[in-house]
């Protein structure tokens, strides 16, 4: 029986980061489901409408909150692994960065947001957007941290961070649910 089992635990470092990022994955798949079930369970149908249009709208709207920035740290930070000061000059830059790019991009969207709730036909939505607006002054500092773990291949590191920020938005999104 342990000889089978033996055959599926990973071994190598490879191996090992590649099950950490997959069970990362598996989680944010799960986070996904159980914030969709309670706020069906706990709102109603219409809440949910309103929640999904107001997460779609902020999941579009944070790519382009960082604009690329995590992505030029993810390749100049693996690119530089023996040389911390310049990585440190990078990770300092990139963070200022981001924080300016999130406090536009979350002042944008607050300010679109009661056209996009008329766009859709809800004033909730509208509401729903210009609270979850505001997640974006720090989501994407939250990225290119992330993204500086990943380019130093800190995987389980990675994985687990990544784990972290879903972890936050489904107990953040229980905590509203169950708070009105």
């Given at each position: ?43 109603d149908?219409e ?13 579009v ?9 995590h992505?030029?740290v ?6 530089h ?10 990770l ?26 008329a ?21 994407p500092?939250n ?10 291949r ?10 972290l ?14 708070g009105?």
């Amino acid at each position: 029986m342990f000889g089978l089992l033996a055959r599926f635990v990973p071994r190598g470092k490879l191996s090992c980061d590649i099950s950490w990022t997959i069970g990362s994955f598996a989680f944010l798949a799960l986070s996904g489901v159980l914030i969709n079930i309670a706020v069906a369970g706990l709102r109603d149908a219409e809440s949910l409408g309103v929640f999904n249009l107001a997460y779609a709208v902020y999941m579009v709207a944070s790519h382009f909150a960082v604009w690329g920035v995590h992505y030029s740290v993810l390749r100049n930070a693996a690119y530089h692994p023996a040389s911390p000061q310049k990585r440190g000059v990078l990770l300092g830059t990139a963070l200022a960065l981001a924080l300016l790019c999130g406090f536009v991009s979350g002042m944008l969207l607050l300010l679109l947001a009661p056209y996009l709730g008329a766009l859709f036909r809800s004033v909730g939505t509208g509401e729903a957007i210009s609270f979850a607006a505001y997640g974006l002054l720090l989501f994407p500092v939250n990225k290119v941290l992330v993204s500086y773990v990943n380019a130093l291949r800190h995987m389980r590191a990675f994985a687990l961070l990544q784990s972290l920020r879903y972890c936050c938005v489904m107990l953040w999104v229980a905590a509203i649910v169950t708070g009105k």
